[in-house]
């Protein structure tokens, strides 16, 4: 069975930061782009960012550039996601996702594009 369990989320106030880890198992995702995404209260699910089987490539929302890297060790089979420069409107439950597409480079940032998805771990940030 293929789980993905994200965990580090939080209470931080705005202006810090926090370190998302996703570590996946039933299945090595090593060949596979990945990606996370966020739900706040009554909005819809957002691309946060993604990231390429090779690591090379990434992408990410408008929202968070600059502030967020996403990342990988494949060795370990996690995902990553450091957020930094928090802002109330980061608050959501952020999701860990990886896709069944293997050995491409495209940064895949639709929801329908992935597979398998986490729990979600919520993320405050008080202002």
């Known amino acids: 069975q293929v789980q993905l369990v994200e965990s580090g989320g939080g209470l931080v106030q705005a202006g810090g930061s926090l370190r998302l880890s996703c570590a996946a198992s039933g299945r090595t995702f090593s060949s596979n782009s990945m990606g996370w995404f966020r739900q706040a209260p009554g909005k819809e699910r957002e691309f946060v960012a993604g990231i390429d089987w090779t690591g090379g490539f990434s992408d990410y929302g408008n929202s968070v550039k600059g502030r967020f890297t996403i990342s990988r060790d494949k060795d370990k089979n996690t995902l990553y996601l450091q957020m930094n420069s928090l802002k109330s409107e980061d608050t959501a439950v952020y999701y860990c996702?990886?896709?069944?597409?293997?050995?491409?480079?495209?940064?895949?940032?639709?929801?329908?594009?992935?597979?398998?998805w986490g729990q979600g771990t919520q993320v405050t940030v008080s202002s």
């Open positions: 996702a990886g896709t069944g597409y293997a050995y491409t480079t495209v940064v895949l940032s639709t929801s329908s594009s992935y597979t398998y």
